[in-house]
């Protein structure tokens, strides 16, 4: 209840201005964040990604941004990610970029988000790059199937991301797995109805196990992306990283020593990296799925 209330905090306009403004608030809540966020802007990024690369990791960057209603604001967005993928996909990093559609344009209308998707992918396809399309909300969920599937047709470097927390998944994946992108499984980050989703339970984990199994019996590009030590157990026990499609995805910051562990053994393994100044919105998202990181937190923000 503590981390929903952090989420609503960290959406609200008048004191997000109040941190940005705030020289002794913004700071301490910056540290706090860069357990889990590279920075606020893409060098740092970048930096933090080719540290990870000449680890033997594989790389995957976010600029942080969701529910974006102004339209100017989604075209910086989308802008910010053209100028990312020339970046790096100059450099030797021709790996994935994530996005949120909200946050180049799905709040503003579907349309136009799907339209700066396709100038984003059509400039990754260039370069080698991946474009994964989070999973947002899940009455954002149609909206986003829909711009995935016509934008998967036209750039097969696009993939997207199914949440195993939704009873809809099942059905949703016997159609996604006609299309050709990357298929991220996630648990699910979002608080949603009993009538949708299911909670944290042995259940879900076995509905997120049936997902990945069809996926890997039809030989598709799947990124399992959790840091739940039983469920990677059991994934490695099926043998399902040994596939050369299949990678292992840990969000940064979280897990380090099992992505570590994992990679020793030869595995694909992918960092999730983000960037961006809407950090303090990520941050409340990592507390809200793991409420032990407040505490974690705020050790953060008073050490020297
Ligand atoms: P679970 O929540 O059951 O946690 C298992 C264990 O992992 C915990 O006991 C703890 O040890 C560790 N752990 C998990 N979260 C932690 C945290 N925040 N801090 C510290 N330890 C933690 N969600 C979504 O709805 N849409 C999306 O597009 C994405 N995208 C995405 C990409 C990638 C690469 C990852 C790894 C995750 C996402 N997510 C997401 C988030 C996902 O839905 C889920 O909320 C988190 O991964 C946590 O769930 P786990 O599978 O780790 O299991």
Redesign the pocket.
């Known amino acids: 209840q503590v981390a929903q209330a952090l989420k609503s905090v960290a959406r609200n306009e008048h004191i997000k201005s109040y941190i940005q403004q705030s020289n002794e608030l913004y700071p301490i809540l910056l540290k706090a964040a860069k357990r889990f966020v590279t920075g606020e802007n893409k060098q740092e990024g970048i930096e933090i990604a080719n540290e990870l690369i000449s680890k033997g990791y594989f790389i995957?960057l976010e600029y942080i941004g969701e529910n974006i209603t102004d339209l100017k604001k989604c075209i910086k967005a989308k802008d910010e990610f053209l100028h990312l993928i020339e970046e790096i996909g100059s450099m030797s990093i021709k790996q994935t970029v994530s996005l949120d559609l909200s946050h180049i344009g799905l709040s503003v209308n579907p349309e136009t988000a799907y339209i700066h998707l396709l100038q984003i992918a059509k400039k990754a396809n260039m370069y080698g790059i991946t474009l994964m399309i989070?999973?947002?909300e899940s009455s954002k969920t149609n909206d986003i199937l829909d711009i995935y599937k016509k934008a998967s047709e036209q750039y097969p470097n696009v993939g997207i991301?199914i949440?195993a927390h939704l009873y809809r998944s099942n059905n949703d994946i016997q159609e996604l797995i006609r299309y050709p992108g990357k298929i991220?499984v996630?648990?699910?980050?979002?608080q949603e109805s009993d009538e949708v989703a299911m909670s944290?339970s042995k259940e879900l984990n076995n509905c997120y196990l049936k997902l990945v199994e069809q996926l890997i019996e039809a030989n598709h590009p799947v990124?399992i992306?959790?840091?739940?030590?039983t469920?990677i157990q059991e994934i490695v026990h099926r043998q399902y990283l040994n596939h050369p499609n299949v990678e292992i995805?840990?969000?940064y910051g979280?897990?380090p020593d099992l992505l570590s562990n994992l990679k020793g053994k030869e595995y694909n393994c992918k960092v999730?990296l983000t960037y961006g100044k809407e950090w303090y919105l990520y941050l409340c998202h990592?507390i809200a799925?793991?409420p032990?990181?407040l505490y974690r937190a705020v050790t953060d923000m008073i050490n020297p």
């Open positions: 995957s989070s999973m947002e991301t949440q991220r996630v648990k699910g980050a979002y944290r990124s992306a959790t840091h739940d030590e469920l995805e840990m969000l979280i897990r999730y990592r799925e793991y032990e990181n």
